[in-house]
């Protein structure tokens, strides 16, 4: 079995379909994947060290509790900052660790086969779901927000949909002709509708306390 590598830098074996087929992303991702991935990290450590302070010291403010809206101390009390029977960041702790790994690899030219971006991509729309979870009960639930927990759903949101717009250039996920050509020049529209429909729910669900 002969290998061929092209010029968009991918490699495959096998068949002419391309069914081993690997590819390696661009350095643009590799960036933005180790970028999003730091963002995420440092949001899940720095909630994980106020969760252990508050543990210690029930009274414990955490810095980002500045008014009664943005208030990550209300945030960590609730029971859904423990979702899975622990509490959330230690989960973010090893996801955004994960991304950090995939772009280091990325920008060393790595090249990864079809089941390794889609269950790259299924592990980005499980974190954009969870998000979207989070999102709710913080909005509508807990009626506060956590500003570290903010940037933890951008970058998700971000790295979600610059993943699925590479699955889906790359064929790796079926998608009809007019799709692939809209991932491939307005990708950037996606997350930016995304993340300005989740601003425009924040603004108007405290919107008489941002006026006030």
Partial sequence: ????????????????????????????????LVITGAA????????TIDKFKLL???????????????????IMKSAQASAFGFPNPMLGLAAYAV???????????????RWH??????????????CTWLQFQSLYRINS?????CLAWVATIVMFWYVTSFNVRKGFLPAPSWLRSF????????PVVHVGIIG?????????????
């Fill in 40 to 47: 995420g990290l440092l949001a899940a450590w720095v909630i």
């Fill in 117 to 130: 971006w889609l269950t790259f991509n299924a592990g980005t729309l499980f974190g954009v779901g969870f």
């Fill in 200 to 212: 425009m729910l924040i603004l108007t669900r405290w919107w008489d306390f941002w006026t006030s």
């Fill in 145 to 149: 927000l956590c500003l570290w927990c």
């Fill in 1 to 32: 079995m002969s290998e061929t590598t092209t010029t968009s830098g991918s490699a495959s074996t096998g068949d002419g379909a391309g069914t081993f087929r690997s590819e390696g992303g661009s350095l643009g991702l590799a960036l933005l």
């Fill in 183 to 190: 991932f491939g020049e307005f990708t950037w529209v996606l």
């Fill in 99 to 113: 991304v950090i790994c995939v772009g280091m690899s990325l920008l060393g030219r790595a090249r990864f086969p």
């Fill in 56 to 74: 210690e010291n029930p009274n414990f403010t955490p810095g980002c509790s500045l008014n009664p809206v943005v208030s990550c101390g209300n």
